[in-house]
């Protein structure tokens, strides 16, 4: 069964920093397009930033560019997100997700979901 689990998600004043893990139980590991995605209340679940399973392209949306990070550890089968300078707009649900061989950005291209980590910005 593919497992996605996210850890490290919590409280913390604008301008601060989190590091969002996602562990994850499939296999190969190293052939998954992984991403983050938040969903805040009352508005649909956005991409937020990937990393492509070869490990060499990566995506983000606009107002991550800069703050954010995402890096991926094939042989821990786990992927990162480092926000810096969090903003109160960040506040969100956060998910991470897999797509097989593929490199897509839309969170509908992804085939497995965690369960997500919240992550709150207070100002």
């Known amino acids: 069964q593919v497992q996605l689990v996210e850890s490290g998600g919590g409280l913390v004043q604008a301008g601060g920093s989190l590091r969002l893990s996602c562990a994850a139980s499939?296999?190969?590991?190293?052939?998954?397009?992984t991403g983050w995605f938040r969903q805040a209340p009352g508005k649909e679940r956005e991409s937020v930033v990937a990393?492509?399973?070869?490990?060499?392209?990566?995506y983000y949306r606009d107002s991550a560019k800069g703050r954010f990070t995402i890096s991926r550890d094939n042989a821990k089968n786990t992927v990162y997100l480092q926000m810096n300078s969090l903003k109160p707009e960040d506040t969100a649900v956060y998910y991470c997700?897999?797509?097989?061989?593929?490199?897509?950005?839309?969170?509908?291209?992804?085939?497995?979901w965690g369960q997500g980590t919240q992550v709150t910005v207070s100002s």
């Open positions: 997700a897999a797509l097989y061989l593929g490199t897509s950005f839309p969170p509908v291209a992804y085939d497995y």
């Open positions: 990393i492509s399973w070869r490990g060499g392209s990566t």
């Open positions: 499939i296999r190969p590991f190293s052939l998954y397009t």
